[in-house]
């Protein structure tokens, strides 16, 4: 079993930064592919970015990149997204989610969800 907890969602103005954290537990931790996705109101749920340290992958969607950076510590079993320029379109809750393969995350197919953080960019 693996717990997700987000963590440094708020207000803020267009073109501010913000970096959200996600702290796990569990042992498998480290052998997870760990991703961020977004949801705005009335959209699906979209695909950010996501990290897997076993093969030393690193994806991020087109939307972002550029702007937002995904980063991890094993050591800390946390993975950070930090979001630079942020517009309001930005604007959404913000999830953590583990699964055994970046695969799956980028198609959507988690194992585990943490509960969510919500940013508000204004502009």
């Known amino acids: 079993q693996v717990h997700l907890v987000e963590s440094g969602g708020g207000s803020v103005q267009a073109g501010d930064s913000l970096r959200l954290s996600c702290a796990a537990s569990g042992r498998i931790f480290s052998t997870y592919a760990i991703g961020w996705f977004r949801q705005a109101p009335g959209k699906e749920r979209e695909f950010i970015a996501c990290n897997s340290w076993i093969v030393s992958a690193t994806y991020v969607a087109d939307s972002v990149k550029g702007r937002f950076t995904i980063s991890r510590d094993n050591a800390k079993n946390t993975v950070s997204l930090q979001m630079n320029s942020l517009k309001p379109e930005d604007t959404a809750v913000y999830y953590c989610?583990?699964?055994?393969?970046?695969?799956?995350?980028?198609?959507?197919?988690?194992?585990?969800w943490g509960q969510g953080t919500r940013v508000t960019v204004s502009s």
């Open positions: 989610a583990a699964a055994p393969a970046t695969s799956r995350l980028r198609n959507r197919d988690a194992e585990y």
